[in-house]
């Protein structure tokens, strides 16, 4: 299965390291409330280095003496990079103790408890707002005045909205057992298991960026058309566009609204305009079995940006002359979003942590 999208700025030239330590790759999560101090759910917020963020909510489990199932959190954070996230315990009647987190964990690991309090509401999956990321790309090469011309350009311009490579799994596999699990069919009415929800996922997600990649190509993934829905760059708030007008044409330029795509399910071509419609069906024409099965398995209709653009971007370039060129740049991201994306059409990145631990990047 094709996995090679289109790039809206062209592939760069420059080239540079990810990854090369942990703390290169930092990621901060943004609820977007602030824990009410009382109620029976206690919040954590942790720093974390080499850890899975399953894993670490079992170990919370385990220390405050409750089922792992009473642990929950908004967001999987990236094992090989330095993370601060929320977790959620239910603990009626004590305060859990997360002193000796850190003597829990030997390095390479590292956890480190931030602030703990108390909250009236249970923290559920997808509950942050957002993600702030500050990335330091080490042994930069190439043309330097290319690299500013195209931070400038995605600043203002945004990228393509791809799921990136996390979510298709290590070498690809949760699409190559995605296929032949979708191709199979459901076979009960039973919940779908943990790797099968992550299957069918990817494969969900591999026929938006297909949609997507063609989008780029003929312009259409930062333009809007008469019919299409849109979606505010910044709030989560999505209207039909029914007849363009000078207005929402500047609001596009401007990357304040972009069109929103629908992911495949049932009656997903009233997700969009009947110009976008057509495209979409030409671009999966050839993967029309994959959707007829993903249609069968009743999945709730959703829709996903076609266009991101980073919010509170900024940077800075070091070194000169025979110094190690090395990029910092910050920015954030809403929820869903993948760093990756916005890297990819920045530069050209190896990423160290794969080289060490024969992995890709985890889900963001």
């Not at 409330?33 to 009382?38: L, N, S, T, V, Y």
């Not at 080499?50 to 642990?71: E, P, Y």
């Not at 363009?244 to 304040?256: F, V, Y």
């Not at 009233?270 to 024409?285: D, F, N, Y």
Request: glycine share 8%; proline share 3%.
């Amino acid at each position: 299965m094709n996995t090679d999208w289109r790039y809206a700025w062209s592939k760069p030239n420059v080239t540079g390291d990810l990854k090369t330590h942990v703390q290169d790759f930092y990621v901060e999560e943004q609820l977007g409330f602030e824990p009410d101090g009382q109620g029976e759910f206690c919040f954590v917020f942790i720093e974390k280095q080499g850890v899975n963020t399953d894993f670490l909510a079992k170990r919370l489990a385990q220390m405050a003496g409750i089922a792992s199932h009473k642990v929950t959190y908004s967001g999987v954070k990236d094992r090989h990079a330095c993370t601060r996230q929320w977790f959620c315990l239910h603990v009626v009647n004590k305060e859990p103790d997360f002193s000796g987190i850190q003597e829990a964990f030997r390095a390479p690991e590292s956890v480190r408890l931030i602030v703990q309090l108390r909250h009236s509401k249970k923290l559920r999956t997808g509950s942050h707002i957002a993600n702030r990321f500050v990335l330091r790309i080490r042994n930069i090469e190439g043309d330097i005045a290319e690299l500013e011309q195209r931070l400038t350009l995605i600043k203002q311009g945004g990228v393509p909205n791809y799921y990136g490579p996390q979510r298709f799994g290590i070498n690809g596999n949760n699409l190559h057992n995605g296929k032949g699990f979708v191709l199979q069919g459901r076979q009960s009415k039973r919940k779908l298991a943990k790797t099968e929800s992550f299957w069918l996922s990817a494969i969900r997600s591999w026929c938006f960026n297909e949609a997507l990649s063609d989008q780029v190509e003929n312009g259409m993934w930062a333009r809007l058309c008469d019919g299409d829905i849109a979606q505010y760059q910044q709030v989560n708030e999505q209207f039909r566009v029914k007849k363009m007008d000078a207005k929402t044409h500047l609001q596009a330029l401007h990357g304040e609204v972009s069109p929103v795509l629908p992911l495949i399910s049932g009656g997903w071509e009233a997700g969009t305009g009947p110009q976008r419609e057509a495209v979409i069906k030409a671009s999966l024409a050839d993967a029309q079995e994959i959707v007829d099965a993903l249609i069968a398995f009743e999945l709730s209709r959703d829709s996903r940006l076609a266009r991101l653009v980073p919010m509170n971007m900024a940077w800075e370039l070091l070194g000169s002359g025979q110094e190690e060129r090395q990029l910092i740049v910050e920015f954030s991201l809403t929820k869903g979003c993948f760093a990756t994306s916005v890297l990819r059409e920045m530069i050209d990145v190896t990423d160290k942590s794969a080289e060490k631990y024969h992995e890709n990047i985890d889900r963001e």
